[in-house]
């Protein structure tokens, strides 16, 4: 069965440095969305793309948070400098244009924490 | 503007017994509706959906869902919970026509032995 695959699965960084998140979505899938889920919250939206661009990043922080898919396949999710509050599971999902026919598959996640 | 409650934060039950796990959404446009499963420090996967056809809705693991609009609900139920039922629920509403996806807290189902 076909996969979102996402890595690293694990990260461990120090406050203020850098940290970068890959995602692999399903072939074909032209929706891609990157969400951000607190430990014992549900997962809120960061951003969503429709191919190569942007349709949704109205909960981005931009000041710290950058997202990139600039084929319109993978996908990056950036965050510099990180803060201690990043600390979280960042999940990618993808989907059909129509998500009626395929629903969101999500990755397994990569779960950062900030020190 | 679209919204998922999911009525309770945590629920238990005995092995063997039935499984209720409640979701109330409201949507300006006609949904559809996801229950997803995540088990600890793993993605989410998908249970069920529904997409406007059956309004009862059959998934895996022996999961079944069932849309009432007039009630606005989506619960969640199987007859019989397993040990490996133990994990973290959502309820999730979709938007379709802006494709906007809206997820619910999560209710946490402890299965007892």
């Known amino acids: 069965e076909a996969e979102v695959a996402q890595s690293p699965r694990y990260k461990i960084t120090e406050k203020s440095q850098a940290v970068a998140f890959w995602c692999d979505p399903i072939?074909?899938?032209?929706?891609l969305y990157w969400y951000r889920q607190i430990l014992g919250q549900g997962p809120e939206l960061l951003v969503q793309?429709?191919?190569?661009?942007?349709?949704?990043d109205s909960q981005l922080p931009k000041d710290r948070f950058s997202a990139e898919r600039l084929k319109g396949v993978d996908s990056t999710l950036k965050i510099q400098p990180a803060e201690l509050g990043d600390s979280a599971m960042y999940l990618c999902?993808?989907?059909?244009?129509?998500?009626?026919?395929?629903?969101?598959?999500f990755g397994s996640g990569t779960r950062l924490t900030v020190v | 503007a679209q919204s998922v409650t999911q009525l309770d934060s945590h629920v238990s039950v005995s092995e063997g017994t039935p499984v209720l796990l409640r979701c109330n959404y409201s949507?300006?446009?006609?949904?559809?509706l996801f229950w997803y499963v995540q088990h600890p420090n793993k993605g989410l996967q998908l249970l069920l959906k529904?997409?406007?056809?059956?309004?009862l809705v059959k998934g895996i693991n022996g999961f079944e869902a069932e849309f009432k609009k007039s009630e606005t609900s989506f619960h969640l139920t199987k007859p019989s919970a397993h040990m490996s039922d133990a994990a973290e629920y959502f309820c999730?509403?979709?938007?379709?026509?802006?494709?906007?996806?809206?997820f619910g807290i999560g209710t946490k189902l402890q299965v007892i032995p």
């Open positions: 529904y997409t406007s056809a059956a309004t």
């Open positions: 949507s300006s446009y006609s949904p559809s």
């Open positions: 999902a993808s989907s059909l244009a129509n998500p009626k026919m395929s629903g969101y598959t």
């Open positions: 793309f429709q191919d190569e661009s942007v349709v949704d």
């Open positions: 072939s074909g899938h032209a929706t």
């Open positions: 999730v509403v979709s938007d379709l026509g802006y494709q906007k996806v809206t």
